[in-house]
Each structure stands twice: as C-alpha cells, then as structure tokens.
Nanobody, 123 residues
C-alpha cells in the first residue's frame, strides 16, 4: 500500500526557513516523478515544485523560484523541500505527491498524496 508521510512543517517568521521532508513506502519511489503541492484556506491546491526520475529535471512554480529547492534521495525514498525567505503568503498545507510518470508538473499526474504538513508564516 502506497504511503507518503510528510514532516517538517511548523511556524516560521517572515524571512525564515523551513525544510519539509516526505518518506515514501509501498511504491517504486525511484522510478517516478515526485513533488510538492500546497493548499491555503479557501484556495485550490497548487503546484509548488516537482522533480523527475533520477532528479534530472526540476520544476518550480513562479512563486517558488529562487526561494524553494526540491531534492530527492532515492536510496532512502525521501523527498525534501527547502524553503527560505518565507512570506505570510506561503502559509498553507503542503502535500507530498507521487506520480506514475517520469516527471511531475501538474496535479493531473499525481497518483499518490500524503496527508499534508502545515506551514504557517507570521509577519
């Protein structure tokens, strides 16, 4: 049974940093694209960042460019999102996502979702 478990969320001040992690089990993690999405209250879930099979391609939403870095550790079946220069607008539930394709750039490609980890940024 596929399972994605996020950790690392919490409260940060504006300008601060957080590192999110996601551990995968029950899926062939290393052969598919994986990524992060977020959903703020009252808003639709949106793409944050994705990384392809073997990490050869990385994709970021415009708001994440230059501030967030996605990485994967296939040996440990782990996905990470390093977030810096956080702003109150980054407050959301962040979800780890696994696809059935070699790359992940849209929600349409997601087969597996984690339960989410809350990130709250205070001004």
């Amino acid at each position: 049974q596929a399972q994605l478990v996020e950790s690392g969320g919490g409260l940060a001040q504006a300008g601060g940093s957080l590192r999110l992690s996601c551990v995968a089990s029950g899926i062939t993690f290393s052969t598919y694209g994986v990524g992060w999405f977020r959903q703020a209250p009252g808003k639709e879930r949106e793409f944050v960042a994705g990384i392809s099979y073997m990490g050869t391609s990385k994709h970021y939403a415009d708001f994440a460019v230059g501030r967030f870095t996605i990485s994967r550790d296939d040996h440990n079946h782990t996905l990470a999102l390093q977030m810096s220069s956080l702003q109150p607008g980054d407050t959301a539930m962040y979800y780890c996502a696994g696809s059935g394709t070699l790359d992940l750039q849209t929600a349409n490609e997601v087969l597996y979702w984690g339960q989410g980890t809350q990130v709250t940024v205070s001004s």
